[in-house]
């Protein structure tokens, strides 16, 4: 008695089953597949040499606050080189003009928990109005840390190691220290270096 055909009929000669079918034929159908998918994309996003066309603005039927400047990304910048805005924002009033050493507005960053700025520094608000801050690199091996989860503990993503958002110590994990302090005040409503 032959195997049936998943469509009711039985199976010929000559004919593969799906259980026939190896595992190396089917990985390297699947990587030939994925590998010209990445190929494509790559190939699309080398273009023929031509400037990619603006983003269209926001809508916006005043115009008003509407950002004119050349590089589109808001010319004015304070002394220290951070773009500034005076339009402020939903979650509050912006601080402007940006003082030296700005790292967060104090409404930015939620009790409990934290914040990742600059891409490599982590402010806290463990308790309402005491900010702290810490280089977000974990000292193990340089991966970015998580912000704060709701018991007050931070993940290093790479390699699991836990420290507590209160002080940076080192919980546990491969790490051979908890997370370097960066000095910080509150100045104005804005989280700055010290």
């Known amino acids: 008695m032959s195997p049936l055909h998943a469509r009711g009929g039985r199976i010929g000669e000559g004919e593969q089953t799906v259980a026939d079918v190896s595992r190396r034929a089917l990985l390297t159908g699947c990587g030939a597949a994925c590998l010209s998918v990445l190929v494509g994309s790559a190939l699309a996003g080398c273009g023929g040499g031509e400037e990619p066309a603006a983003p269209a603005p926001p809508d916006n039927p005043t ?3 509407a950002d004119t400047s050349p590089t589109g990304a808001g010319a004015d910048t304070s002394p220290t080189g951070s773009p500034s805005s005076a339009a402020g924002s939903p979650a509050g009033p912006a601080i402007s ?4 050493g700005f790292l967060a507005r104090l409404d930015e960053v939620p009790v409990g928990g934290g914040v990742i700025v600059n891409g490599a520094v982590l402010v806290v608000q463990p308790t309402a109005g005491a900010v702290k801050a810490f280089d977000a690199r974990c000292p193990h091996a340089g991966f ?3 912000t704060p989860n709701a018991t007050g503990v931070v993940t ?3 390699h699991l190691a836990h420290y507590r958002a209160a002080d940076g110590s080192l919980i546990d994990g491969p790490s051979p220290s ?3 302090p960066v000095a910080v005040r509150v100045s104005s409503g804005a989280v700055l270096r010290a």
Do not use: D, N, Q, S
């Open 178 to 180: 908890g997370l370097r």
């Open 144 to 146: 970015i840390v998580g």
């Open 156 to 158: 290093c993503p790479g």
């Open 63 to 65: 115009g008003a606050g």
């Open 97 to 100: 003009p940006t003082p030296a």
